[in-house]
């Protein structure tokens, strides 16, 4: 099956999350779109010490209903620092993937793919999709590359936790089972 893998923090999942995974999978043809919430990326920390168990549960909520989509904890299981690499080597062996998967790379982050664990294997080992995160120009990734010619939707998860610590509305910036989850479980701290 064509397979894309598309990682990230998802402290909280939101919308945009699902719109570009939505785009990816339209735009090249993909049949399963793989969702992978890190344990502790390397690249960034993770904010507001949530566990990853409750990022993992939203997630499960946000894509449920989306064709082709599934929810892979690898890297919550490993329980330390995930490199991508390890986690391209896992989706590979555990999934019937037909070819190279896909690995959507937002442009905020392409600028440091050179210091990645392993670029050139990562480039050899899956097709690399560059998503425009918060801008419209593209940037070189020096590896081979394709760029996804996505809306832009100006919602971050930061933005949204921020909104939820000063009380400020955010119930359609996530999926809504998302946002009942948040204030019934008080990921966040108490909605009220």
Same mark, same amino acid.
């Given at each position: ?12 999942? &939101?919308?945009?999350? =699902?719109?570009? !995974? $939505?785009?990816?999978?339209? !735009?090249?043809?993909?049949?399963? /779109? ?11 920390? /993770? ?8 990022? =993992? ?25 995930? %490199? ?5 080597? %896992?989706?590979?062996? &555990? ?7 896909? =690995?959507?790379?937002? $442009? ?18 899956? $097709?690399?999709? /560059? ?17 996804? $010619?996505?809306? =832009? ?25 998302? %946002? @009942?989850?948040?204030?019934? @479980? &008080? ?6």
């Amino acid at each position: 099956m064509k397979t894309v893998i598309l990682g990230g923090t998802y402290n909280p999942v &939101h919308i945009g999350h =699902l719109m570009l !995974a $939505d785009e990816v999978r339209e !735009a090249f043809g993909y049949e399963r /779109v793989v969702f992978v919430p890190s344990y502790r990326p390397p690249h960034k920390k /993770v904010a507001w010490d949530i566990a990853p168990e409750h990022r =993992l549960a939203m997630l499960r909520l946000a894509v449920e209903g989306f064709p082709g989509a599934v929810v892979e904890d690898c890297e919550i299981k490993r329980g330390s620092v995930s %490199y991508t690499i390890d986690t391209i080597a %896992y989706v590979a062996s &555990h999934y019937d993937v037909e070819g190279k998967p896909g =690995l959507v790379i937002g $442009d905020d982050l392409a600028e440091g793919f050179s210091d990645w664990r392993d670029p050139g294997r990562i480039a050899d080992a899956c $097709d690399l999709i /560059v998503a425009h995160r918060n801008r419209i120009e593209e940037v070189e990734l020096g590896y081979p590359h394709r760029y996804l $010619d996505n809306m =832009l939707l100006p919602i971050s998860s930061t933005e949204i936790r921020e909104r939820i610590g000063q009380g400020r509305p955010f119930r359609y910036l996530v999926p809504k089972t998302v %946002y @009942e989850y948040i204030v019934r @479980e &008080h990921v966040y701290g108490r909605i009220d």
